[in-house]
């Protein structure tokens, strides 16, 4: 299957610090992306959709100035979590999407885990 | 609004059959999807079920779907020490997109040799 690599996979970083996650589509173009976040013993949020070229699409909750998603081309998008703190440590998981109708499948990236101390 | 749930933990013996449970709240869900997290790993689609199906089988992996009361389940069969992992449901709320996903919490499977 497709292959969507994610890095790093793994990060700690310093309160007030800001973190910049890639999600990478590397064998198909992927023309939307998806950004999750996983707490411990919970399940996968959905963040926001990004559409290449054109602004994120943030869910009720996200701070859109806080978590800023990037999607300049059809193989790369990336989030920067600005001003972290360490409510902000989590799992952090895209998946892509090249847009085909019903049951297009999603292919998603290994995660990143983010601690801010 | 939606929601997805499914128990947290299931155990059983290499060999046995394991069937993970799951309901959902939304009906128009078009399409219902089964992944499998290992440590460290990303998601990996094991397999999905369309609304109007009511069984889906797949080498070792069923998918039985009871659309009435939103219930779905998973049973692998012969189950073995590599199937352990933690497995979520979703449901798809954007007419069968699997990127705009509702998860349940997972289910942790342990295999015991």
């Known amino acids: 299957g497709a292959v969507v690599s994610q890095h790093p996979s793994r990060v700690i970083c310093k309160s007030g610090t800001s973190v910049k996650i890639e999600c990478r589509s590397l064998d198909f173009q992927a023309t939307t992306m998806f950004w999750y976040r996983q707490f411990p013993k919970q399940s996968l949020m959905l963040m926001a959709t990004?559409?290449?070229?054109?602004?994120?699409?943030?869910e009720q909750g996200v701070e859109k100035d806080k978590f800023l998603i990037n999607h300049a081309s059809l193989t790369l998008s990336t989030l920067t979590v600005t001003s972290a703190h360490p409510e902000d440590s989590s799992f952090y998981i895209c998946?892509?999407?090249?847009?085909?109708?019903?049951?297009?499948?999603?292919?998603f990236g290994q995660g990143t885990r983010l601690t801010v101390v | 609004g939606e929601d997805v749930e499914q128990s947290l933990f299931l155990s059983v013996r290499e060999g046995d059959s394991s069937v993970i449970n799951c309901t959902y709240t939304?009906?128009?869900?078009?399409?219902l999807y089964w992944y499998k997290q290992e440590p460290g790993a990303g998601l990996q689609l094991l397999t999905y079920i369309f609304s109007n199906m009511d069984m889906k089988q797949d080498q070792r992996l069923t998918v039985l779907l009871n659309k009435k009361d939103k219930h779905l389940s998973l049973r692998i069969a012969d189950t073995q020490t590599g199937d352990s992992a933690i497995y979520f449901c979703a449901e798809s709320i954007a007419g069968g997109s699997q990127g705009n996903l509702i998860f349940g919490k997972g289910t942790k499977l342990s295999v015991k040799p």
């Open positions: 939304d009906s128009s869900s078009t399409y």
């Open positions: 990004s559409n290449e070229g054109s602004k994120a699409t943030y």
């Open positions: 998946s892509a999407t090249h847009w085909g109708g019903p049951n297009t499948e999603a292919f």
